[in-house]
T-cell receptor, first 113, second 113 residues
Framework: EAGVAQSPRYKIIEKRQSVAFWCNPI?????LYWYQQILGQGPKLLIQ????????DSQLPKDRFSAERLKGVDSTLKIQPAKLEDSAVYLC???????????FGSGTRLTVV | GQQLNQSPQSMFIQEGEDVSMNCTSS?????WLWYKQDPGEGPVLLIA?????ELTSNGRLTAQFGITRKDSFLNISASIPSDVGIYFC?????????????FGGGTRVLVKP
């Protein structure tokens, strides 16, 4: 089966600019996650979707971050405006309902200068 | 919030050696997972542990879920160069929390020069 697709792979923006990331999960996976991985740290959950509904967004900085999964398939994560500390790899993952084994995409590496 | 502490933070391996790494938590987890992340890629699931005391193998990898549900270890036997990477433990509290995973900071495995 095809893996989790993410784009772009790399993005460099200036602080206060906006940026968007795209994720296409594995077909049939109802649950989709966005994680933030700062260099040298483990991934941290930003938001979890079940189909097109939000399950957990408790660690999403809602003043600048937003995410949507309108048709329960693809998802976009947006940052507006970006700060220097947002520099990280943004990982998308998906899983079947009740399956603990996530499949991660390769991530988008964001650098904010 | 929950924290998973991994040790060591980094280690050097020589081909053929057995290596071991640990993960501890102040919280009880119902599920423990071990992931490996290569440069520029997302984490890949190695082993999943579902029961306290469970010992599970996957090829040269062996992992155990601690009796107290607050710790786990991962062993790699007869290491080879492709074992280089970052190993993450991850825990899940309960099904009521969805499939949210909390990740440790990682153990970086490097090759001895």
């Amino acid at each position: 089966e095809a893996g989790v697709a993410q784009s772009p792979r790399y993005k460099i923006i200036e602080k206060r600019q906006s940026v968007a990331f795209w994720c296409n999960p594995i077909s049939g996976h109802a649950t989709l996650y966005w994680y933030q991985q700062i260099l040298g740290q483990g991934p941290k959950l930003l938001i979890q979707f079940q189909n097109n509904g939000v399950v957990d967004d408790s660690q999403l900085p809602k003043d600048r971050f937003s995410a949507e999964r309108l048709k329960g398939v693809d998802s976009t994560l947006k940052i507006q405006p970006a700060k220097l500390e947002d520099s990280a790899v943004y990982l998308c993952a998906s899983s079947r309902t009740g399956n603990y084994g996530y499949t991660f995409g390769s991530g988008t590496r964001l650098t904010v200068v | 919030g929950q924290q998973l502490n991994q040790s060591p933070q980094s280690m050097f391996i020589q081909e053929g050696e057995d290596v071991s790494m640990n993960c501890t938590s102040s919280s009880i987890f119902n599920t423990w997972l071990w992931y490996k992340q290569d440069p520029g890629e997302g984490p890949v699931l190695l082993i999943a542990l579902y029961k306290a005391g469970e010992l599970t193998s996957n090829g040269r990898l062996t992992a155990q879920f601690g009796i107290t549900r607050k710790d786990s270890f991962l062993n790699i036997s007869a290491s080879i160069p492709s074992d280089v990477g970052i190993y993450f433990c991850a825990g899940q509290l309960s099904k009521a929390a969805g499939n949210k995973l909390t990740f440790g900071g990682g153990t970086r495995v490097l090759v001895k020069p």
